[in-house]
């Protein structure tokens, strides 16, 4: 029989839960959840009671220290991950961490210099990346289906604006961190992983004085472009387009967490299973994809997973610094 993965989780919040949820569709003897921590130790208790979680801390610290957990999914807000996450690898603990990784460049590259010098695994939880759809998009592309890829053009717009985290700037709100994560992390899918030489943006801010609505053009070499937009706003399409000089391949709604791709040599499908869980957002069965991955990832003893590298990351926030900052979103961790 197979050595589970034991996960600890770091947040009892409604991602940390459509997580947990996402693993109860893979083997039992491959993924464990052994324990939550949370600031409170109710909020704890609570969650673990209503996934069947043995352990509950008060405390993260708590949970750095359990010798049972092999690794750690980090579900805080935005703000609190290059602390959270920090403490999780100096204490020897391989993490899974939200996206987006950190706050800004400065952060991110901070992290990673704490997973390389603690010699720890450390993923940026980019889930998309590990879906069916992706990984089929990505075989066409290197199977020369659509020629040479000229043109990017994704969205991602949901109204978001009853909840609160995306809305406050102290909270790490903001389209751009939240959402447009997502359209920027399939441009550079698409380009593999390369920097654009020109990133060019513009949008509004709320009342906070967070980016609601940005529009962006980034440029990569080769006359490659990508459009995209987000919106915390409004709807959009919420689509992805790889335009190439042989065709195009579409990824029709939800562009993150796709279950459809369209494509000249026909469409491609790979449905989600039904669990029975009840989920807060969006397809998050698709959460598990990301924590087979991790599985691999530390069985193979790699500190990195090629799906999403270090030196991805750090691209993806370097263009999410540019876009938000562009449009006049700068957080407090800016200055530090």
């Given amino acids: 029989m197979a ?10 919040g409604l991602i940390s839960s459509d997580f947990v949820a996402s693993l109860k569709a893979l083997p039992a003897d491959e993924h464990r959840v052994v324990a939550v921590a949370a600031r409170s ?16 801390y008060g405390s993260y610290s708590e949970l750095a220290a359990d010798p049972d957990i092999d690794v750690v999914y980090v579900g805080v ?6 602390e959270v996450a920090s403490q999780m690898l100096r204490s020897g603990k391989p993490v899974l961490c939200e996206k987006p990784l950190c706050m800004n460049v400065r952060e991110t590259q901070k992290l990673l210099d704490v997973a390389r010098e603690n010699k720890v695994f450390l993923m940026e939880a980019i889930w998309s990346r590990f879906f069916p759809v992706y990984k089929e998009l990505g075989r066409r592309i290197k199977a020369g289906e659509i020629g040479d890829v000229v043109q990017v053009i994704a969205s991602f717009g949901r109204n978001l604006r009853h909840f609160e985290r995306v809305q406050k700037k102290d909270l790490g709100g903001g389209v751009t961190l939240d959402i447009a994560i997502y359209p920027i992390q399939l441009t550079s899918f698409v380009m593999g992983g390369e920097r654009p030489t020109k990133i060019l943006a513009g949008g509004h801010l709320n009342a906070h004085e967070v980016d609601e609505t940005i529009s962006a053009t980034l440029v ?16 959009l399409p919420s689509e992805g387009f790889i335009i190439g000089t042989k065709g195009t391949i579409k990824i029709p709604f939800p ?7 369209e494509g000249p040599s026909g469409n491609f499908e790979a449905l989600l299973p039904k669990t029975g ?15 087979m991955e991790v599985r691999r990832c530390l069985k193979e003893g790699l500190l990195e997973s090629p799906g999403v590298s270090h030196a991805e ?24």
């Fill in 220 to 235: 990569y070499s080769k006359g490659r472009v990508a459009s995209i937009a987000a919106s915390t706003k409004v709807d």
């Fill in 255 to 261: 562009v993150w967490c796709p279950e459809h791709l």
């Fill in 3 to 12: 050595c589970p993965t034991r996960w600890g989780i770091v947040s009892a």
């Fill in 41 to 56: 130790i109710d909020s704890a208790k609570a969650f673990a009671a209503k996934h069947g979680i043995e352990k509950s």
């Fill in 277 to 291: 869980e009840t989920f807060n957002y969006n397809n998050s069965q698709g959460l598990m994809y990301e924590a």
């Fill in 313 to 336: 990351s750090l691209t993806i926030a370097t263009i999410m610094e540019a876009v938000r900052t562009q449009v006049g979103t700068v957080y407090l961790q800016d200055f530090q």
């Fill in 77 to 82: 807000v935005h703000p609190k991950h290059l």
